[in-house]
């Protein structure tokens, strides 16, 4: 094939971009010719496709918005550099003439690339004839080492390819292999690429509203277009032959980090958040890299966001493969901050000649900004090349919609100076509402009459809200459990994730009546509800010096899990530990039953701090750490109280302690395990009283013991973080049904593994 027709497959070019032919046929001039200056520049395509005509999406768009403000303001892109595709625009031919064109052409030996796709995926399988078609074409090359082409191969959807078969059985995808291509043709190995799609769709599409999957229907007997496996050819041709990997290890030995949202078995879901839709796993991994410094390993960043995915959905986790993920875990991502501090978000438009600002707020946890409160109050950050400072200056948030928000400067002295347009903020004051309920969805798969039941049985718990599917986010599910061995007629009730996975310990006996179901579950729903409340205390921007990690006892140290605060990170040049589970998917490290754990908190702070420790076991039941009591002479319940755990200055403190008598030792079922760290400057004193009103033994010693009022400690935590605070509401104008929370008093730390 003619040079010039190689480039009329890939044409289509996008006249936005001002692509024009010529500009294309440069391609094959400037391929394997590096600059002779070194340019470090930083490029991005971003695709993003919502518009698909029979089966629209909500959240792609937003994905490549959180995405090109992060690169900018966290990572010194510039805009120009920033190509960005969007619903009509992203065509196939689009797409592939914006990575050649952008990337291909552009990037020389050194620069950071960074590709991202946000839509469906899916796999197709070949008709007979084109796939031994395909399979002579490709032996016929003898520079290439033996392969054959799987019949069933996975793809990217553009927005002009058809949904489903057509008669012609023709698709016009971008094929997973042609993106292979295109990014061995890059001269640079700094790449990292992020694929927020899945190719797998489960077998039921019975999903709350708020929930969509990103991924088709496997196409059936299909063929590729010609243009397609034209480019194919081309990019063989110009790509040296020991460049070349096939199927399956492709994916391994691509340049530098490549990011999937699932892994091969798993789907994708984009969300429906508080006035917005988004790509769980990009909204996730953004905001972890907004608080990202340049200390921050990739495996970090992913670890936090796959516990923030694991908490939403539950079974969807990232996967990474590429070069660059075989090295050792603390492999840094190819584009780091360039100033040693986290932020919350960025001041993106100002006004009012700079007393007031348009903040961007994607730097917060996806669970915490849709609580997030009016009067809640930032920081400004004040960068200076490599160091940033904080200034005394504050923003007051005045309202909200999605991912921005309005705020007004609150000057502490009339030399206070404006705000500038791309300062970085962060939290100072957390305002979050008392009256924060459970949000239940009922499963679409309930009949009529179940979901009137239903309506009316939840209608009776004073903390659960049931939200209209597609409207709000739901925490969890009520549903039939689907059961083969039963008769249809003898329903079971029960609660699942967002992912349809049953809740342990919530399956009801069969025949069990829909509001003797609800009555039965609000245990559960008190926990569920106590989860979600200390969930939102996870807070890593103290000032408080803490560094904590999660543990296996054995005869090498294992360090599994590691947290620490920004402060810690900043403030002291310490050793990095590397995590090494006993096994693990990415992000959330795998435990095998038997394990013998503890936590390890260190206090750098020049302060003592209190310690409690909150979380679900394998079987969602609550758990909690119960400190010893100090026992009086007469040893009576009367005179005995309970101690708090506190952490000296400069001191270190394991959960359990070496020198009590107790092990922490994991259990079965195997699941998913959650711990919460809680550490104060203030007491426990409401949270301990809590304790005390439900433990009958007058024990000595620390103990992990199930929780039997979950919710009650829960809120009673909440109370001692506003004392600890000691932040009078109407001060900075919080209504009285609120909590006002000073980040500075507080650090909070969420853990979760899998036991196995």
């Known amino acids: 094939m003619k040079r010039r027709d190689f480039f009329k497959a890939v044409g289509g070019i996008v006249t936005a971009l001002g692509i024009s032919e010529l500009d294309v046929l440069r391609l094959s001039d400037r391929y394997g010719s590096a600059l002779a200056q070194s340019t470090s520049r930083k ?158 769709t489960p077998p039921t599409a019975l999903l709350p509203g708020n929930l969509r999957i990103r991924s088709l229907p496997q196409i059936a007997s299909a063929q590729i277009h010609p243009l397609e496996l034209e480019l194919q050819q081309q990019l063989i041709n110009r790509i040296a032959p020991y460049r070349l990997l096939v199927p399956p290890h492709a994916a391994l030995n691509l340049p530098g980090l490549f990011i999937t949202a699932s892994q091969t078995d798993q789907p994708a879901a984009e969300t429906q958040w508080s006035g917005f839709s988004a790509g769980l796993f990009t909204y996730a991994l953004t905001q972890s890299l907004w608080e990202a410094t340049p200390a921050t390993t990739i495996h970090v960043s992913l670890s936090k966001a796959s516990s923030v995915v694991e908490q939403v959905v539950g079974k969807q986790q990232p996967q990474l493969c590429g070069q660059k993920s075989q090295q050792q875990a603390d492999v840094a991502l190819h584009f780091m901050p360039d100033i040693n501090v986290s932020a919350d978000g960025v001041a993106i438009a100002v006004e009012d000649n700079g007393k007031a600002a348009q903040l961007w707020l994607a730097g917060l946890q996806p669970t915490l900004l849709q609580y997030y409160g009016v009067n809640s109050r930032f920081k400004v950050v004040s960068p200076s090349s490599s160091e940033a400072t904080t200034s005394s200056a504050q923003l007051q948030m005045r309202s909200r919609t999605g991912l921005t928000a309005k705020a007004l400067l609150i000057a502490d002295n009339e030399n206070t100076n404006a705000i500038q347009p791309g300062q970085l903020v962060q939290e100072a004051i957390r305002i979050i509402p008392r009256n924060i309920n459970l949000n239940v969805a009922l499963d679409p798969g309930l009949e009529r009459i179940e979901r009137v039941d239903a309506t009316s049985a939840f209608a009776t718990v004073s903390f659960v809200t049931l939200v209209t599917s597609g409207e709000q986010l739901a925490d969890c599910l009520f549903g039939r459990i689907q059961d083969d061995t039963q008769s249809t007629t003898a329903s079971r009730y029960g609660l699942f994730t967002l992912a349809r996975e049953l809740i342990p310990n919530t399956a009801g006996d069969a025949g069990e009546a829909v509001k003797v179901a609800v009555q039965r579950l609000i245990p559960k729903l008190q926990t569920l509800l106590a989860a979600k409340l200390w969930r939102l205390t996870s807070n890593e921007s103290s000032d408080l010096d803490i560094k904590a990690t999660l543990e296996v006892v054995s005869a090498q140290k294992q360090v599994i899990i590691e947290r620490e605060t920004q402060h810690f990170q900043t403030d002291r040049q310490v050793e990095k530990t590397t995590p090494t589970a006993v096994s693990s998917t990415l992000g959330i490290p795998s435990l095998p039953i038997g394990s013998r754990i503890k936590y390890k908190i260190i206090n750098h702070s020049d302060r003592p701090v209190y310690l409690l420790l909150l979380g679900l076991d394998s079987s969602k039941n609550p758990i909690v750490l119960y400190p010893g009591k100090a026992l009086a002479a007469s040893g009576t319940s009367d005179t005995a109280s309970t101690q708090e755990l506190a952490i000296a200055p400069e001191s270190t403190l394991s959960v359990p302690r070496t020198e009590i008598d107790f092990e922490w030792i994991l259990h079965g079922p195997p699941a998913v395990c959650e711990t919460q760290l809680i550490l104060s400057r203030g007491p426990f004193t409401q949270t301990l009283a809590a304790l005390d009103a439900v433990r009958e033994d007058l024990r000595g010693e620390e103990y992990i013991s199930i929780l039997s009022n979950p919710l009650e400690v829960t809120q009673a935590l909440l109370r001692d973080l506003q004392t600890a605070s000691a932040i009078a509401l109407e001060t900075i104008g919080a209504a009285p049904d609120t909590y006002a929370l000073d980040v500075n008093a507080w650090a909070s730390f969420n853990f979760i593994y899998q036991v196995t």
């Open 43 to 200: 490029l991005a395509l971003l695709i993003g496709i919502n518009e698909y005509s029979a089966t629209p999406l909500n959240g792609c768009t937003t994905d490549v918005e959180l995405q090109s403000e992060l690169l900018i303001h966290r990572f010194g892109f510039q805009p120009a550099d920033i190509v960005v595709l969007r619903n009509q625009q992203a065509t196939r031919q689009q797409i592939e003439a914006a990575f050649m064109q952008h990337l291909v052409e552009q990037a020389q030996p050194g620069d950071i690339v960074v590709f991202h796709y946000s839509g469906y995926g899916r796999r197709i399988q070949l008709d007979e004839k084109h796939s031994d078609e395909q399979n002579q074409q490709e032996n016929s090359d003898q520079r290439l080492a033996p392969k054959t082409l799987d019949s069933t191969i996975s793809s990217l959807v553009p927005v002009d390819s058809p949904i489903a078969s057509s008669a012609e059985s023709l698709v016009n995808d971008v094929l997973e292999e042609t993106l292979w291509l295109m990014l061995r043709s890059l001269q640079t190995e700094n790449v990292t690429t992020i694929l927020d799609t899945s190719f797998y």
